[in-house]
């Protein structure tokens, strides 16, 4: 379902910037960590800290805007900035709008609630900052992206199934925690709250832990997301949290932000495979995935009382787990590699050495995790070239099955087909390939 446009080429993930910033920040005031545990089971977060407004103005550089690491960037209704503190451990700093918590006390007590929690599959909260009007949280920094910026911007990088269920799991774990220490709230269920450590396993950020106000809405994001009964009062419950975890399987399940609604309706109609990303190019087991897509189906029922708690989630998922723990660094290193056979490839077809580019392609297309159409459009023009027009034939359909109305994959065929002397399908492709252009000169979709 749903196809990509056409991108030139596939940009690599954003390095992380690590130099460092010279602050003069005095050491901030740390407090006994409430809750202690394994360095196993906290992930190694540092106790609990009160910081002051210039310790997190050094670390920011001033909450400069290149520091902003918020989605939404400077859009964003309480911004995130990255920061360095002086000891070197960089944070997520959360800046909330003036007086959005007007009383410094509250702010704190909320803060230290929070703080107290310590899970391996949390993104932990490490201090807060209430200076003069200053309301600030400060956070572990995860340097590996957003789960919505991996799943829904795939031209960087797709994931694969096994990761997906890893991500169901842990956020399940990290949720079933929360409510297990009295925290049974989470405001705002999303793919932006699922964050990537420096080893690439999935944690919760602690900033959902929080409301954005001391009155403020629970929920930011698109009303067609939102749990029902939030509409109705304005209330999030533990069964709230349950109704956005299954948003967030149907994001892992489909690659897209589609709204529940929709999705039942597929689900219904038993329409799994059509719910499913297309570029998991069916890499995924359909036993596992009716599994997940029932437990979404349970979560998004409309009655809170009859959608599972977080134990059902994690002993629904929990057994899903049979592949061996993934390498997150084979996982980037194999996108590095098969990035640069593209490269190669790209290289090879601007130089006309088209059996190199055939081979280079071969690679990046053998590998499955990224789909482009270009690729194979290129290839197919190559195979022409090497008077291999069943091989350019079927990289040009290949080509259209990713990007229906891209007018170049039926010019392919028409000449992979001219040459295989299927005159009259040639004709036909060639008059569909030309309807397109006309329809994309008269404003239709561009690539």
Known sequence: MGCCESKVSEKQPEKLQTQAHANNSRTPTHHPNPSPGSDQETGGAPPFSEF???DLKAATNNFSSDYIVSESGEKAPNLVYKGRLQNRRWIAVKKFTKMAWPDPKQFAEEAWGVGKLRHRRLANLIGYCCDGDERLLVAEYMPTDTLAKHLFHWE???????????????????????STEGRPLYHDLNAYRVLFDEDGDPRLSCFGLMRNSRDG????????YTPPEYLRNGRVTPESVIYSFGTV??????????????AL????????????????????????????VNL??????????????????????????????LSFQEWTQQMRDMLEARKRGDYAFRDKDFKTAIDCYSQFIDVGTMVSPTVFARRSLCYLLNEQPDAALRDAMQAQCVYPDWPTAFYMQSVALAKLDMHKDAADMLNEATALEEKRQRGGRGS
């Not at 994690?314 to 787990?321: D, E, N």
């Open 52 to 54: 002051s407004f210039s």
């Open 156 to 178: 960087n990088q797709t994931i694969e199934w096994a990761m997906r269920l890893r991500v169901g799991l842990y956020i399940a774990e990290a949720l079933d925690y929360c």
């Open 217 to 224: 809405k629970s929920y930011s994001t698109n009303l067609a």
């Open 249 to 262: 399987l149907l994001d892992l399940l489909s690659g897209k932000h589609i709204p529940p609604s929709h």
């Open 265 to 292: 309706d597929m689900i219904r109609g038993k329409n799994i495979i059509l719910l499913m990303d297309s570029h998991l190019e069916g890499k995924f087991s359909t036993e596992e995935a009716t599994v997940v």
């Open 296 to 325: 979404a189906s349970q979560c998004l029922q409309y009655e809170p009382r009859e959608r599972p708690n977080t134990k059902d989630l994690v002993a629904t998922l929990a057994p899903l787990q049979t592949k061996p723990e």
